[in-house]
């Protein structure tokens, strides 16, 4: 006996930094490349601009297949899983480094993608069959820092690895962290198994096709001039989802039950994290977007104004337990999403001729506060689902803050393009179309926290821990 609650105390111990590792290498791979597209370009004898396929690409692929990696941790066990999808990340990582074309490129960023699609909702699953409730929010909040450093980083190590060595190891530096990975992974992670059902192959094609034609569309929105063959695409991605919920009512099994939708807690959360991703997920690009453009700056030195958002987020960490604690989940995420949402309209202040200096204490702040949004939107998800929806309901998380991100980038630049096209282009008029889009997505991003309205004061209890 002693030796079980010995081995359960070590996994604990151990789980949050498996799963930090595969958060820190999904994250830190979806935006290391930003900076770095000009010189692969190069490399490859391709243009810039044809150059984002090798992004959107990998994160399409995370949207298409994260659906089904619930599915394959009941059936198989979670520590085959997640080991499966740390070799598979790794080598599609090494496959990256070696391409010598676009279409190498691209081939190996799907198969990245593959292994970035399990890896970090299977992790996550363990974690939350591993913790009760009340001590699930402590190391959910330990895991979740990656999340929010791997997003600044990413620029910052991309800009340095292609300035000082060469854009192969950007995608190098994952082999190493894959193989710690890999080893805790085998040593410490647990092998969770669910009873096996039929795998709902019908509604996993409609749902994967939904997330892709939404996805495409917006891709294809703030890149296109065709207004009308992009509409097409949106509206039948919408039709797609509907199809989903005819037949999710008809099925037996579903890959994502529709019963998950009547716990408000989860359908709060869901929506809380798609509406205030738009403006959050928006500010690691454009912010360094305009330091380069308006500024002139180089993108080594948009990466470090931007990187005190990591710092700072260790403070949010060490800091949410307490919060929520006190003043609860429903008064925290609604608080927290005003200030954030005019922390980014702060952004837009500064004039052309203001100190870039001047947006350090404001991204520093936002850091801080995103920390503590992150966290409580993860774990408000999760806290009153049931044992027999922890997959799925773990897997449309997953999936729903992939999507999120992507369509916060693409409204981002769809909101900045809108207002370029009404100024003339001088370095002066970018910049004011830059500070228009960071009004503008900051108040919509202060409206979203109206969503949290539909909590109840007590919702999270059962997720309060020990400070």
Request: glycine content about 8%; charged content about 10%.
């Amino acid at each position: 006996m002693v030796t079980q609650q010995t081995e359960n105390s070590t996994v604990k111990k151990y789980l949050p930094l498996i799963l930090a590792t595969a958060i820190f290498m999904q994250m830190l791979d979806s935006t290391i490349l930003n900076t770095s597209l000009p010189s692969i370009a190069k490399d490859l004898n391709e243009s810039p601009l044809n150059m984002q396929n090798a992004i959107i690409s990998y994160v399409l692929t995370l949207a298409l297949f994260m659906p089904v990696s619930g599915f394959l941790a009941d059936k198989f066990g979670t520590r085959r899983i997640f080991i499966f999808s740390l070799v598979v990340f790794s080598i599609g990582s090494l496959f990256c480094a070696l391409s010598q074309n676009l279409t190498h490129l691209i081939i190996s960023r799907v198969i990245q993608g593959i292994g970035g699609s399990l890896m970090t909702p299977v992790g996550k699953l363990a974690l939350m069959k591993t913790y009760p409730k009340n001590e699930l929010l402590k190391a959910m909040n330990y895991a979740i820092v990656p999340a929010l450093i791997g997003p600044v980083l990413g620029p910052l190590v991309g800009g340095y690895m292609v300035d000082y060595f060469s854009w192969h190891w950007i995608f190098l530096i994952n082999i190493p962290i894959g193989l710690l990975g890999i080893i805790l992974g085998l040593k410490y992670m647990p092998n969770y198994k669910s009873i096996a059902v039929e795998f709902d192959l019908k509604g996993f094609l409609i749902f994967a096709s939904a997330s892709l034609l939404l996805s495409v569309s917006l891709e294809m929105f703030g890149n296109s001039a065709l207004t009308t063959p992009v509409l097409l695409i949106f509206v039948l991605g919408f039709l797609m989802i509907f199809y989903y919920y005819r037949h999710a009512s008809k099925t037996i099994n579903p890959i994502f039950p529709l019963n998950l939708f009547q716990v408000r807690t989860f359908r709060v959360g869901i929506l809380g994290n798609l509406a205030t991703r738009l403006g959050i997920s928006a500010i690691p690009l454009l912010l360094p977007l305009m330091i380069q453009i308006a500024y002139k700056e180089s993108a080594v030195v948009s990466g470090w104004v931007v990187a005190p958002m990591a710092l700072t987020a260790m403070f949010g960490k060490s800091s949410v337990i307490k919060i929520l604690n006190r003043f609860g989940y429903r008064r925290t995420l609604m608080t927290n999403t005003f200030i954030i949402g005019i922390l980014i309209c702060c952004l837009g202040i500064p004039g052309i001729h203001a100190s870039i200096f001047w947006f350090v204490p404001i991204i520093a702040v936002l850091g801080f506060f995103n920390s503590i949004q992150f966290t409580s939107m993860n774990t408000i998800s999760i806290a009153d689902l049931r044992n027999t929806h922890t997959s799925s309901g773990n897997s449309l998380i997953a999936v729903n803050q992939q999507l999120a991100i992507g369509f916060g980038i693409a409204f981002g630049l769809i909101v900045l393009k809108l207002y370029e096209s009404n100024t003339f282009l001088t370095p002066e008029n970018q910049n004011l179309a830059f500070r228009y889009t960071f009004f503008t997505v900051g108040i919509l991003t202060v409206f979203s926290g109206f969503v949290f309205r539909r909590l109840h004061s007590k919702d999270g209890d059962n997720m309060k821990s020990e400070e």
